[in-house]
């Protein structure tokens, strides 16, 4: 009889109590908007939040890149950087400085 009157069991007697417990645990784990799904879901939000800013950082440089090319001599400029186009009167040198030269080649 000692075990009935224990204070540890004493509140469990209450059937507020016992239903309290139940529905806290039922909306914790169980329940289709359970604490567990809603955690999903925040985490998926916070990864969608951050690549919209990382694709929106992608959006600015393409719109400079275009704006850079909509001139004349954007566009020369990023041929020669780029593709080594020249003019029919011209040599490209292309020189390579000892930070630029791939470290295989200096294995070798």
Request: aromatic share 14%; charged share 30%.
């Given at each position: 009889?000692?075990?009935?009157?224990s204070k540890y069991i004493k509140p469990?007697?209450?059937?507020?109590?016992?239903?309290?417990?139940?529905?806290?645990?039922?909306?914790?784990?169980?329940?289709?908007?359970?604490?567990?799904?809603?955690?999903?879901?925040?985490?998926?939000?916070?990864?969608?939040?951050?690549?919209?800013?990382?694709?929106?950082?992608?959006?600015?440089?393409?719109?400079?890149?275009?704006?850079?090319?909509?001139?004349?001599?954007?566009?020369?400029?990023?041929?020669?950087?780029?593709?080594?186009?020249?003019?029919s009167n011209e040599d490209i040198y292309?020189?390579?400085?000892?930070?630029?030269?791939?470290?295989q080649k200096q294995n070798e």
């Amino acid at each position: 009889m000692t075990l009935f009157n224990s204070k540890y069991i004493k509140p469990f007697k209450n059937i507020y109590a016992i239903v309290l417990i139940v529905f806290v645990v039922w909306m914790m784990f169980f329940d289709a908007h359970s604490w567990l799904f809603h955690h999903e879901l925040n985490t998926d939000i916070e990864e969608l939040e951050y690549q919209k800013e990382h694709y929106k950082n992608e959006m600015a440089k393409d719109n400079k890149a275009i704006k850079e090319l909509s001139t004349e001599e954007g566009i020369e400029r990023t041929a020669r950087e780029n593709y080594y186009m020249k003019k029919s009167n011209e040599d490209i040198y292309i020189i390579e400085y000892e930070d630029s030269i791939a470290k295989q080649k200096q294995n070798e």
